[in-house]
């Protein structure tokens, strides 16, 4: 029965739904070249989910020990902007319920600009709470990158309701009052924390290209405010916004 089924048929079925053995056995059988190639398509996607529901189950290893003590509010804390020559260094802290599932979350800056903002979305309706903190470029000058990036991941701690666990992205934060865990690459062993990378990256983004609005010449909703060639020659050739960090570029 199932030869009869036109190639777009089958692929729409391939699609859309989750086959039937017997379906599948069929299709197996079915030598049509175009056939054949959907299911290895098919293959190769079922490949691909496996993949993602491992690395998920992988990410989730720190709460799932934490959730099996009997924790709820584990705050995955991470924070973006270290780096850039401009525009504020921005922390943010999530707490996932232990039934989140979010195939694909990884560290911020493995997914498309298209998927961070989807993944914003999903993370925002369903974590138990999050917040962000802000510590701008002048700020920046006056106590270091290290010291503002701490400061701007207690601020986002301060403003959640209630923690039992804090999982950091490699920083230590030394005035917790709660345990804590700083786990290099966290962004990419915890969900939490990854979580918290995306939210921050999100947010910074969209900070960046409200000033972009202001700076056009800048580009800084393309860099971010990193250091790329159209950025510093725009520098040269118009000197620093007051959202440049001047500790960053002492020789302009």
């Known amino acids: 029965m199932k030869k009869e089924w036109t190639i777009n048929q089958i692929k729409h079925y391939l699609s859309n739904e989750l086959p039937k053995e017997d379906v599948l056995k069929d299709l197996y059988q079915d030598q049509r070249k175009g056939v054949q190639t959907l299911l290895k398509q098919y293959e190769k996607r079922q490949q691909a989910t496996q993949a993602q529901y491992e690395l998920f189950e992988t990410m989730s290893q720190y709460e799932q020990v934490l959730w099996n003590k009997g924790i709820t509010y584990i705050a995955g804390v991470d924070e973006v902007g270290r780096g850039p020559l401009a525009g504020p260094v921005v922390a943010a802290t999530v707490i996932l319920p232990n039934d989140f599932q979010l195939l694909g979350i990884n560290d911020s800056k493995k997914l498309s600009k298209n998927k961070r903002e989807l993944f914003y979305q999903y993370i925002t309706k369903h974590a138990i709470d999050y917040a962000v903190g802000i510590v701008d470029a002048e700020e ?3 106590i270091n990158i290290l010291e503002a ?3 701007a991941m207690y601020q986002a701690l301060k403003k959640i309701k209630y923690t039992e666990y804090v999982l950091i992205d490699a920083v230590r934060l030394e005035q917790l009052d709660v345990p804590s865990d700083a786990i290099i690459k966290g962004d990419q062993k ?3 924390i990854a979580a918290a990378s995306i939210i921050a990256k999100v947010t910074r983004d969209d900070m960046m290209e409200k000033l972009h609005q202001q700076y056009p010449l800048y580009a800084f909703d393309q860099n971010s405010g990193y250091g790329t060639k159209q950025h510093l020659d725009a520098i040269t050739g118009n000197g620093l916004t ?3 960090r001047k500790s ?3 020789s302009y």
């Open 140 to 142: 920046i000058d006056q």
């Open 149 to 151: 990036s701490k400061k």
């Open 190 to 192: 915890s969900i939490s």
């Open 242 to 244: 007051p959202y440049h």
């Open 248 to 250: 960053f570029l002492k």
